[in-house]
């Protein structure tokens, strides 16, 4: 449904979109992941046919933006990240004008209006001046003018943002809901909400792609060779060394990691070689030594660990803020 | 066309449904009104007079009220014209609808015309107001209704020139306040130009005040519709409206 192949944008002082290349299947929910500045919302609006690429060949519904934009246009519905909304107007005439501009035959404008209205849960504020509305309803009625023109492909550039808790679930709940008879495109820098609402993801950092795959397979890739993190108490018999001297002659074990102790209680991680589940092993060796074994997980890592190592600030836990902020604004 | 009207529309809405409209008809309905007053009134005073003297001066309405009030109207419009099509491009920039308008399947000269139709229908709103003005001098006068005709057209033409003009300030910034000044000043500049004609009659000056907007009102006011001033109207709106047409896509480059 949407080919990109090495796509550009450079600014004249910076590189917005550095020749990246995707697909996306018709009926997919795609994440498009990245840290702020990481060259998203401009990828999006490339799509769209808002700017054209410096670089590169983007094709939409079969349509390139480049060449034939007027036909993209009619297949794309896009919800910007500030919903674009007159405030001086009320919902439903709102909505009526985009159903018109989106080239809704005239006989169908007042029908698709009701539906997408019903659809999207915002048919009670119908009357209502768009200045006047809630944030929530704002997105809501941004929704709906993304797709009042039932479109094949929808783009939604961070359409939780700004939202309370709730809202972001009934938003979330309504994009899956979409899912099926459009494709969709939903950029986020939110990484719950990929694992919540989409089956593929994308990940951009400084404008290049750094990987593109299901969620599970992104999570399971970087989970080989996973760790195992044990706790144990030796209750005052044995120290450190000798400990991780034991857990180290365990067979499938290539290396044990001191993670801090306790008085008595040691934590350990442990990565065991490739293919090989050694905690049956560990803990038997533990028991046989007289030790307590008080914990023992494998630590498969979350989907949070694989992006902030993807995008290349290290994994460890403290879960510092990529750097990718000062790259500059995606404008 | 249906994408224009569609256009069109909303910008009608979006003028009546906020205070503009209703601020420039006020300002546009009491100074209209002042002159009709004012140049009614001393033409009868002028009559009365004629008659007292006991000679009687010729005396046209045509000439001496209605052609008079339209050279007045049209420096008014210089005034109000920047107030209408500030808004235009500067208020979607603002408040990010163009993307809308710009990743709809809609034409780049749709968006354009539209927005322009609707600027100068609201200008033609305001003529209405003129032409409620003139009702009276049909009532109590009997003037030439054709030189009325022809100065309306040549009222509304020199107000879709500016309008063109306005409208492309309007997608150079978001700030309408800076697309109002530049248009005034704009506005301004094509009305003063032919105030060179004081300075002789070289072939600079002729050029000068060829470009000058208020000159071309003079005939039609006067009931002519001259080929020279049609000419001027109309190559100035297609160089306005081709002007914003290639703003508007230059901003996509740009952006």
Redesign the interface.
């Known amino acids: 449904m949407i080919q990109v192949q090495g796509l550009s944008k450079r600014y004249a002082r910076h590189v917005a979109v550095n020749n990246i290349s995707f697909s996306v299947e018709k009926g997919d929910i795609v994440g498009f992941l990245g840290p702020n500045g990481a060259g998203k919302t401009t990828t999006m ?1 490339i799509l ?5 690429p410096t670089e590169g060949k983007a094709t939409v519904a079969g349509y390139d933006v480049f060449e034939k934009p ?1 036909e993209v ?2 297949h ?1 519905g ?1 919800l ?1 990240e ?1 919903p ?6 009320s919902v439903e ?1 709102y909505l009526t ?2 159903a ?4 809704v035959p005239v006989a169908d404008v007042k029908s698709r209006t009701e539906q997408v209205m019903e659809r999207c849960a915002c048919a009670d504020v119908r009357n209502r001046l768009i200045s006047k509305l809630s944030k929530g309803y704002r997105q809501r009625v941004g929704l709906a ?1 993304a797709i009042i023109h039932n479109p094949d492909v929808l783009i939604l550039d961070e359409p939780t943002s700004g939202l309370d808790p709730k809202q972001i679930n009934e938003t979330r709940e309504l994009i899956k809901s979409l899912a099926g008879e459009h494709t969709i495109i939903l950029s986020t820098h939110i990484l719950p909400e990929v694992e919540a609402v989409c089956q593929k993801v994308i990940i951009i950092n400084k404008g290049r792609l750094v990987a593109t795959d299901s969620v599970e397979n992104l999570k399971t890739r970087a989970g080989v060779g996973s760790a195992i993190q044990v706790q144990i108490d030796t209750a005052g018999e044995a120290e450190a060394f000798i400990v991780r001297q034991r857990l180290e002659q365990v067979a499938g074990v290539s290396k044990v990691l001191d993670r801090g102790a306790s008085g008595s209680r040691f934590v350990f991680e442990i990565e065991s070689l490739e293919g090989r589940n050694a905690r049956a092993d560990i803990a038997r060796a533990v028991v046989h030594a007289g030790w307590n074994l008080l914990e023992l997980k494998s630590s498969t890592l979350t989907l949070e660990e694989v992006f902030l190592e993807l995008t290349g600030s290290h994994t460890p836990p403290p879960p510092v803020a990529t750097p990718a902020a000062a790259t500059g604004v995606a ?1 | 066309m ?2 224009v009207w ?2 069109c ?2 910008e009608l ?2 003028y009546f ?2 205070p503009i409209a209703w601020v420039l008809l006020t300002i546009f309905a009491v100074l209209s009104g002042v002159f009709t007053y004012i140049i009614s009134a001393s033409f009868v005073r002028a009559s009365l007079e004629s008659q007292m003297s006991g000679q009687s001066f010729p005396m046209n309405v045509n000439e001496q009220v209605i052609a008079p009030l339209f050279s007045n109207i049209a420096v008014v419009g210089l005034f109000l014209i920047p107030l209408i099509s500030m808004r235009l491009f500067a208020e979607e920039k603002r ?13 780049d000269l749709e968006i354009v015309l539209g927005k322009w139709m609707a600027a100068v229908l609201m200008y033609a709103a305001l003529l209405a107001v003129l032409a409620l003005d003139y009702s009276f001098l049909f009532i109590y006068g009997n003037p030439d209704w054709k030189p009325v005709a022809t100065g309306f057209l040549g009222a509304i033409l020199q107000g879709a020139c500016l309008l063109a003009f306005g409208t492309f300030i309007s997608t150079l910034t978001r700030n309408q306040i800076v697309a109002g000044a530049i248009g005034f000043a704009l506005a301004l500049v094509l009305w003063i130009l032919n105030w060179t004609t004081s300075f002789g009659n070289s072939d600079t000056v002729q050029v000068l005040n060829y470009l000058s907007i208020v000159s071309h009102m003079d005939s039609f006011s006067r009931g002519v519709i001259d080929t020279k001033d049609l000419i001027y109207y109309v190559s100035m709106i297609f160089l306005g409206l081709f002007l914003t047409a290639r703003s508007l896509e230059s901003m ?2 740009k ?1």
């Open positions: 609006r769209t046919c808002f700017m054209p007027h246009k009619k794309i896009y910007p500030a674009p909304l007159y405030p001086e107007m005439d004008f985009v018109r501009l989106k080239n003018q404008q | 249906r994408n569609t256009i529309r909303r809405y979006a449904v906020s408040q990010g609808t163009i993307e809308l308008l710009v990743t709809s399947p809609v034409h996509r480059w952006a």
